[in-house]
């Protein structure tokens, strides 16, 4: 059944039931107005340029819903869908009125002059979903990527230490040649191995002497730690000469596992209110 008003002024009247002096005056400038600006505007967003003709004729579909996806983040577009739901528009009452630059008439009329097929490159680097559970019974694709490339990360160590590593590794050998017929020794790590476990020492050596400087400043500066802590600095600062050392601190705080390191650092970046000091404690930290 056909409508009785034609499209166009029945959307008019829904976008724009008191139009105003600025409003357009028919829905031929409102598309001339904001809707078309709009798709260029998309079309620029996610092509990059108009050099390609998929670019030139995207082919939106105003009742696909990835296509209204991208187009409903503009105002003009967000409305005018809307106004199809609420006045029930069929899909074919839409694809017949939406004939303008951008939309599907524009790439089939397109198509159907030139005697070409547009390309739709949306996409196609997006391969099949395969459901993990299934993956043993899928066969592998062939032609993926393979990594042919083998990486090996090799470590020197020169002067007294490759000398002591040698003898160490010669005594080894000679204690694994005795035992051979009792026991198997054990494989040692590899240098991957190794330089993977120094590197992780010396990541957790800084973050300590960071977070113990951290803590020293802070109650050098008068913030209040938790008491035992506080008592354990003020000893420290009092047998060693008013001097307290980063590694007293991880020190104390790996034998009192009581005493939180989170509840510390908390305390450390509130900056709460310091405690009260004996005389003998404000003269070791000012010294």
Known sequence: MRRQTPIAQTLYAHLYPSPSPKDPPNFSTHLSQHLVPEVRLEVATFYGDLNSTEARYPGLNNCHPPHRARLARFKHHARLFRAFTELGLTYQEIQDFCCWEGTRWARERFERDEGVKVRDTTGEEIGAWVDWRDRDLVPEVKGGIERKTEVRVCVERGGEDAEMEDEE???????????????????????????????????????????????????????????????????????????????????????RRRIGLDAVMTAVESGAAPAARSAVEVAATAA
Do not use: C
């Open 169 to 255: 590794d010669a005594e080894d050998d000679d204690e694994g040649s005795e035992g051979s017929d009792e026991t198997a020794s054990a494989p040692e790590p590899t240098e991957e191995v190794q330089a993977r476990q120094e590197h992780m020492d010396l990541i957790r050596n800084r973050r300590d002497s960071s977070i113990s400087a951290r803590i020293l400043a802070a109650w050098e500066e008068g913030t209040a730690l938790p008491p035992e802590l506080e008592q354990y600095l003020k000893e420290r600062s009092e047998r060693n000469g008013h001097q307290v050392r980063d590694t007293d601190i991880f020190e104390f705080l790996r034998t």
